[in-house]
């Protein structure tokens, strides 16, 4: 049997499933027994209601069992905007098997606990004798994520304005995302990052903080006592690398640590 779960659910509010009751076995014609046609399909419904068929006590045993797994793993990584759909293959026929009267058993039989890698549970029921099925539930899951909103040089510090959230299948994703913006902005571009493509964490680099022939800051200190000079980098750096400065006083080249933007900092000798 092969059913397919599908449609965006909203994570912030109780997930429910409704089924119109089954047609076959009522009047096909009512003429004048209206009254008995609407009682007919008033009991339907209702016993419809009261009694789910087992199939969809698997349905809503999967959707629930998976929500939860999803939104467990969405707060562990602080993702936000998630939304999610699933695809489900059952192994066995369940439509010979009778409703459970009791919430159904899952049991995941997957090596792979992620929820974004395809699952294999085990429903059973405990009713009796009992019953089991198996179900094969792939998620998909949307998640806005950053991509570039302008063309990124080789090199550069990425502002804001160069960064716009869009929506993949993150279960598809193999590279690795940013979902908060935040955590690219003032990053360094490795390569040249094309307009619209995502930015993954194997193009970003530690920004830049003092590149060659800028005059910076040289920051001395000994024995508590500070002082601070005009000094040109004769390198690149990143936060904590070690550079050449030639301090532009005495023209004597240094090696000092880069400490932020533009401001380096060493030790009298």
Same mark, same amino acid.
């Given at each position: 049997?092969?059913?397919?779960?599908?449609?965006?659910?909203?994570?912030?509010?109780?997930? +429910?499933?409704?089924?119109?009751?089954?047609?076959?076995?009522?009047?096909?014609?009512?003429?004048?027994?209206? +009254?008995?046609?609407?009682?007919?399909?008033?009991?339907?419904?209702?016993?419809?209601?009261?009694? *789910?068929?087992?199939?969809?006590?698997?349905?809503?045993?999967?959707?629930?069992?998976?929500?939860?797994?999803?939104?467990?793993?969405?707060?562990?990584?602080?993702?936000?905007?998630?939304?999610?759909?699933?695809?489900?293959?059952?192994?066995?026929?369940?439509?010979?098997?009778?409703?459970?009267?009791?919430?159904?058993?899952?049991?995941?039989?997957?090596?792979?606990?992620?929820?974004?890698?395809?699952?294999?549970?085990?429903?059973?029921?405990?009713?009796?004798?009992?019953? !089991?099925?198996?179900?094969?539930?792939?998620?998909?899951? !949307?998640?806005?994520?950053?991509?570039?909103?302008?063309?990124?040089?080789?090199? !550069?510090?990425?502002?804001?304005?160069?960064?716009?959230?869009?929506?993949?299948?993150?279960?598809?994703?193999?590279?690795?995302?940013?979902?908060?913006?935040?955590?690219?902005?003032?990053?360094?571009?490795?390569?040249?990052?094309?307009?619209?493509?995502?930015?993954?964490?194997?193009?970003?680099?530690? *920004?830049?903080?003092?590149?060659?022939?800028?005059?910076?800051?040289?920051?001395?200190? !000994?024995?508590?006592?500070?002082?601070?000079?005009?000094?040109?980098?004769?390198?690149?750096?990143?936060?904590?690398?070690?550079?050449?400065?030639?301090?532009?006083? +005495?023209?004597?080249?240094?090696?000092?640590?880069?400490?932020?933007?533009?401001?380096?900092?060493?030790?009298?000798?």
């Amino acid at each position: 049997m092969f059913l397919i779960y599908k449609g965006f659910i909203d994570n912030s509010r109780p997930l +429910s499933v409704v089924r119109f009751p089954h047609r076959r076995g009522l009047p096909s014609k009512c003429g004048s027994a209206f +009254s008995a046609c609407a009682l007919l399909l008033l009991l339907a419904a209702t016993h419809a209601q009261a009694a *789910p068929a087992a199939a969809e006590q698997i349905d809503q045993a999967i959707a629930t069992y998976m929500q939860q797994q999803l939104q467990a793993q969405a707060k562990r990584e602080a993702w936000k905007g998630m939304r999610h759909s699933l695809g489900t293959t059952l192994l066995n026929n369940a439509e010979h098997l009778a409703p459970c009267s009791q919430a159904l058993k899952v049991e995941r039989r997957s090596d792979d606990p992620s929820p974004l890698e395809r699952q294999r549970l085990e429903l059973s029921c405990a009713d009796g004798a009992g019953w !089991q099925v198996l179900a094969l539930v792939q998620a998909s899951v !949307q998640l806005p994520v950053a991509h570039a909103a302008t063309v990124i040089e080789r090199g !550069q510090t990425i502002s804001a304005e160069q960064v716009q959230l869009q929506d993949i299948n993150i279960a598809r994703n193999v590279r690795g995302f940013y979902n908060d913006p935040q955590d690219v902005i003032g990053q360094g571009a490795k390569r040249r990052i094309r307009s619209g493509q995502l930015i993954a964490p194997n193009l970003l680099s530690e *920004p830049l903080l003092v590149r060659r022939g800028q005059q910076v800051t040289i920051i001395a200190s !000994q024995d508590g006592i500070s002082a601070s000079v005009s000094g040109e980098a004769l390198a690149n750096g990143r936060a904590a690398e070690v550079i050449r400065v030639r301090n532009l006083g +005495s023209q004597k080249v240094i090696e000092a640590q880069v400490v932020e933007e533009g401001v380096v900092t060493s030790t009298f000798r």
